[in-house]
């Protein structure tokens, strides 16, 4: 009488580890996708709290807080990044928000940052090269379009806009 040992070929194994990994490996694509999305909700969650901390300052002021024109950022390549939108901190907000993911190869080296401009009249915010490829999608109705920067950047401005 001779007992057989049932069980898999190495083949069979190979086979379901596979499958596995390319299983995986979607899941992976897809959740780094999802985070993508979750970090450019948060860029505008903050532009949005940028402009009414802007709308709060001009309130008391009468003026926007001015850069003379020039660009500031929190970028390590962009103006003062201490405090890169003057006189706003902490009265109007507690933290000028950093960037949630800051990767200095992107864009030119700027790697998502926030950048200001202002004269004291005008204002534009810019979230500067944001992760996720949907600004390229982002529709004209958009209320963060930026028709200077369709394609790289998200920007609240002052009510009435400039084009800077």
Same mark, same amino acid.
């Given at each position: 009488?001779?007992?057989?040992?049932?069980?898999?070929?190495?083949?069979?194994?190979?086979?379901?580890?596979?499958?596995?990994?390319?299983?995986?490996?979607?899941?992976?694509?897809?959740?780094?996708?999802?985070?993508?999305?979750?970090?450019?909700?948060?860029?505008?969650?903050?532009?949005?709290?940028?402009?009414?901390?802007?709308?709060?300052?001009?309130?008391?002021?009468?003026?926007?807080?001015?850069?003379?024109?020039?660009?500031?950022?929190?970028?390590?390549? &962009? #103006?003062?990044?201490?405090?890169?939108?003057? =006189?706003?901190?902490?009265?109007?907000? /507690?933290?000028? $928000? %950093?960037?949630?993911?800051?990767?200095?190869?992107?864009?030119?080296?700027? &790697? #998502?940052?926030?950048?200001?401009?202002?004269? =004291?009249?005008?204002?534009?915010?810019? /979230?500067?090269? $944001? %992760?996720?490829?949907?600004?390229?999608?982002?529709?004209?109705?958009?209320?963060?379009?930026?028709?200077?920067?369709?394609?790289?950047?998200?920007?609240?401005?002052?009510?009435?806009?400039?084009?800077?």
């Amino acid at each position: 009488m001779q007992i057989t040992k049932r069980g898999f070929t190495l083949i069979e194994l190979l086979v379901v580890i596979a499958i596995i990994g390319l299983l995986a490996s979607i899941v992976l694509v897809s959740l780094s996708g999802a985070r993508a999305k979750a970090y450019d909700v948060s860029r505008k969650s903050e532009l949005k709290e940028l402009q009414a901390a802007l709308e709060l300052y001009y309130n008391d002021h009468n003026s926007y807080p001015s850069t003379n024109g020039q660009w500031w950022g929190n970028s390590p390549n &962009g #103006g003062n990044q201490i405090n890169w939108i003057p =006189g706003l901190t902490p009265t109007y907000i /507690s933290v000028l $928000p %950093q960037d949630p993911v800051y990767t200095p190869s992107a864009c030119g080296g700027w &790697g #998502g940052a926030y950048l200001y401009n202002s004269n =004291g009249i005008d204002y534009k915010l810019l /979230s500067h090269c $944001p %992760q996720n490829s949907s600004v390229a999608n982002t529709l004209t109705t958009d209320p963060f379009y930026d028709l200077v920067r369709p394609t790289w950047a998200w920007q609240v401005e002052t009510p009435g806009g400039v084009n800077w």
